[in-house]
């Protein structure tokens, strides 16, 4: 993590590959058994196009792991006893920005049944070192997301979310293919 911050802040970055987004998304799942509660089911789905995006493997795995590790303390955080992590994997046209023509996109959905968001963390998730995790032994330090954002727009992609409050949070990663 202070890893990734110092890179941020450095302004370094790797040179984007053409990567295998199934090959990224498992590597992801492995790291994050490290930590993972047993108690939370998690499922992977799958989609029948091959998904080459560009961009850098380490740093990806890095968000999703992030975005898997909010939605685990949202899960704890609710006391949810069914508690369960889906993620998706879907292609999309998109056209973004307003763009005259569609782009494909892969398009990766990380959705929990957690305590999900109000409004106002809706609005300042982004926001460098927000966090609602203080207090009660946690320690939030507010900087996930905005590395997960940094980092999806990297590879040139946006994200969006679905989130309501005691009910659960969806996160959509959009990450335009390669050719
Ligand atoms: N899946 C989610 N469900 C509910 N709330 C979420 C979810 N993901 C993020 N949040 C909210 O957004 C805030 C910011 O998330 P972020 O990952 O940036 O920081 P953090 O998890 O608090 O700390 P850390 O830097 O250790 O990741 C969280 O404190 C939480 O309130
Ligand atoms: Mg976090």
Redesign the pocket.
């Known amino acids: ?1 202070i890893d990734s911050m110092l890179r941020f802040a450095r302004g370094i970055q790797e040179t984007p590959e053409r990567i295998d987004l199934y090959r990224t998304i498992r590597g992801s799942t492995i790291d994050f058994d490290l930590l993972r509660d047993r108690k939370i089911g998690m499922d992977v789905g799958s989609c029948e196009h091959d998904l080459f995006i560009m961009g850098n493997d380490l740093d990806l795995r890095r968000a999703l792991l ?2 898997y ?3 685990q ?2 899960i704890q955080e609710k006391g949810e006893a069914n508690g369960s992590i889906f993620i998706g994997i879907d292609r999309k046209e998109i056209a973004h920005n307003g763009a005259a023509v569609p782009q494909s996109f892969a398009q990766i959905t990380v959705q ?1 049944n ?4 109000t409004r106002e ?1 809706k609005e300042r ?1 982004f926001t460098p070192f ?4 203080t207090g009660q032994g946690q ?8 590395n ?1 954002k940094a980092a999806v727009e990297r590879c040139g992609g946006f994200i969006e979310l679905e ?1 309501e409050f005691g009910v ?2 969806k ?1 959509i990663v959009n990450l335009p293919l390669a050719n």
Do not use: C, I, R, Y
């Open positions: 993590m992030n975005l590790k909010n939605a303390e949202a929990d957690g305590k999900g968001m963390t998730l927000f966090t609602t995790k320690d939030g330090n507010g900087v996930g997301m905005m997960v989130s659960g949070t996160f």
